[in-house]
């Protein structure tokens, strides 16, 4: 079994930085693909930054040059790197991954989201 857990998330001033992170713990032989998605309230969930097991990245456009995602293969971990926080930027935020387990199955993952805050 395969888990994600978040951390990172919390109440920040506009301008501000957080980074979340995301380790996933299990039956694990690589991570394929990571990505961070985010669910304000009233709103669909929408994928905010993505990477690929090649190290391809993509983002939504109301987040480039502001955040950066990264991983850290050795400790199965995945980042967010949030800067010049906005108040839009509020939601709750969750992990996704696609794992090849032991089993050499590959499975998609998520985690249990975190709350980001931005205030005004």
């Known amino acids: 079994q395969v888990q994600l857990v978040e951390s990172g998330g919390g109440l920040v001033q506009a301008g501000g930085s957080l980074r979340l992170s995301c380790a996933a713990s299990?039956?694990?032989?690589?991570?394929?693909?990571m990505g961070w998605y985010r669910q304000a309230p009233g709103k669909q969930r929408e994928l905010v930054a993505g990477l690929t097991s090649g190290g391809s990245t993509n983002y939504a456009d109301s987040v480039q040059g502001r955040f950066t995602i990264s991983r850290d293969n050795a400790k199965n971990t995945g980042y967010l790197q949030m800067n010049s926080l906005r108040p839009e930027d509020t939601a709750v935020y969750y992990c996704?991954?696609?794992?090849?387990?032991?089993?050499?199955?590959?499975?998609?993952?998520w985690g249990q989201g975190t709350q980001v805050t931005v205030s005004s």
């Open positions: 996704s991954a696609s794992i090849e387990g032991t089993d050499w199955a590959v499975n998609d993952y």
């Open positions: 299990g039956s694990i032989f690589s991570i394929v693909a």
